[in-house]
Nanobody, 125 residues
């Protein structure tokens, strides 16, 4: 059973940076797609970025490309999301998610089985 625990959220002014962490436990090999999603109030869950643990290949939503970076530290079993040049529209609850397999259609939350509890990011103008 894969377990995910996010941390690192908080409040920041526009233009600032935050790094989210997701502590991962319970997976037995590298054949997993790990992703970050976010959900703003009254909106659906949106895929932000994904990484295939086996190869390190990544994917990003157009709205965050060039500003956010997803990475992994296999030694620490931790997934990161470095968020730079934050905008008020980035305000949301951010979730870490995992599923076995490659990251095709990674932006679909219905494709992911394992979820963390979320961490809140608030960006003020």
């Amino acid at each position: 059973q894969v377990q995910l625990v996010e941390s690192g959220g908080g409040s920041v002014q526009a233009g600032g940076s935050l790094r989210l962490s997701c502590a991962v436990s319970g997976y037995t090999d590298s054949h997993y797609c790990m992703a970050w999603f976010r959900q703003a109030p009254a909106k659906g869950r949106e895929g932000v970025a994904a990484i295939y643990i086996g190869s390190g290949s990544t994917g990003y939503a157009g709205s965050v490309k060039g500003r956010f970076t997803i990475s992994q530290d296999n030694a620490k079993n931790t997934l990161y999301l470095q968020m730079n040049s934050l905008k008020p529209e980035d305000t949301a609850m951010y979730y870490c998610a995992a599923r076995r397999g490659v990251c095709n259609r990674w932006f679909l939350p219905s494709d992911f089985i394992y979820w963390g509890q979320g961490t809140q990011v608030t960006v003020s103008s």
